[in-house]
């Protein structure tokens, strides 16, 4: 660990009125109790929205609902955004399956590699609401990092080197790796891998190929952070600058943002329900439950062009 977070960010509980809020991690992260999601009043559902911007990722137990709760729930946060990787549920388009089956091979899952989601969009989601189903009796866990409390933790000098710099994302490497390591099948990343025997890339992949240019330091729109805006997944080049001048910039941000230092850690249970803020945060998924069904469902909300 080369930096703690001790002074920089605090993750303590708010005083609410209407939800109970534990913490999870000094660096981000908080379960939030007393509340039925499917039966929110306008009081709980306004400290949910500062709680989930004061703790970045915010997590409810026992919270069974269908794809139509899940739905409306995700629009409480605003419209859906657009989804890469999946075409929704049969009658719910914007519920996403992320489901991996107990016999699939693939030595890949979705979400694994610290990421953002879908940055590669010209305006990338806001927020991610994932539920859970099945899990699988250990493993299958999720991480998250705080990329601005990553940022705040950089020297003013580096700060100032690195303001003004964009970052090129695409699609790019994580085809490329699918196409190595799944198994074309049914689910989200398996239907990816499907696409490697394609004579014909769509235009639909040639965009995400294509990808977008996003600030390295993004603001956020309503609390007015400075957060690290790059991952080790989809960035793939700073703008102006050559793949080997880039390179070093990015393995070390990169690394520098998932630190355990700035992270939280979630170990998953039936009926699970996980709201993060995808301005400024990473995540990654962990393919250590070979054998056992794992099956949650997505909303996303959408956001804006960063700035």
Request: aromatic letters at 8%; hydrophobic letters at 35%; proline letters at 7%.
């Amino acid at each position: 660990m080369r930096l703690h977070p001790t002074g920089m960010f605090d993750n303590h509980a708010a005083a609410y009125r209407h939800i109970e809020t534990r913490p999870l991690a000094a660096a981000m992260g908080a379960e939030i109790r007393g509340v039925d999601l499917t039966n929110l009043t306008a009081e709980q559902a306004e400290e949910i929205k500062h709680a989930l911007f004061r703790h970045k990722m915010i997590y409810f137990r026992r919270q069974k609902m269908s794809h139509g709760q899940h739905e409306a729930l995700s629009l409480l946060f605003g419209p859906f955004a657009e989804d890469a990787y999946t075409q929704g549920v049969p009658g719910h388009r914007d519920v996403h399956p992320l489901i991996r089956e107990a016999d699939d091979p693939s030595k890949m899952v979705f979400g694994e590699g610290w990421h953002t989601d879908s940055p590669f969009l010209p305006a990338p989601p806001a927020i991610t609401l994932l539920r859970s189903v099945e899990v699988p009796p250990f493993g299958g866990d999720t991480i998250w990092a705080n990329s601005a409390l990553a940022y705040a933790a950089l020297s003013e000098t580096y700060k100032g080197m690195i303001q003004g710099l964009r970052v090129r994302f695409s699609i790019r490497d994580v085809l490329q790796a699918v196409y190595e390591s799944v198994e074309p099948s049914d689910s989200p990343i398996g239907r990816l891998a499907s696409t490697r025997e394609s004579t014909h890339v769509s235009e639909d992949l040639q965009r995400k190929i294509r990808g977008s240019t996003h600030p390295l330091v993004r603001t956020h729109p309503v609390t007015g952070e400075k957060a690290l805006y790059i991952d080790s997944s989809y960035a793939i080049g700073i703008e102006g600058m050559s793949t080997e001048e880039s390179a070093p910039l990015i393995r070390f941000l990169s690394d520098h943002v998932t630190q355990p230092a700035f992270t939280c850690r979630l170990r998953w249970e039936p009926d699970m329900l996980v709201i993060w803020d995808n301005r400024l945060c990473v995540h990654q998924a962990f393919n250590d439950y070979q054998g056992y069904r794992r099956e949650m469902y997505r909303t996303t909300v959408a956001g804006e062009r960063p700035t």
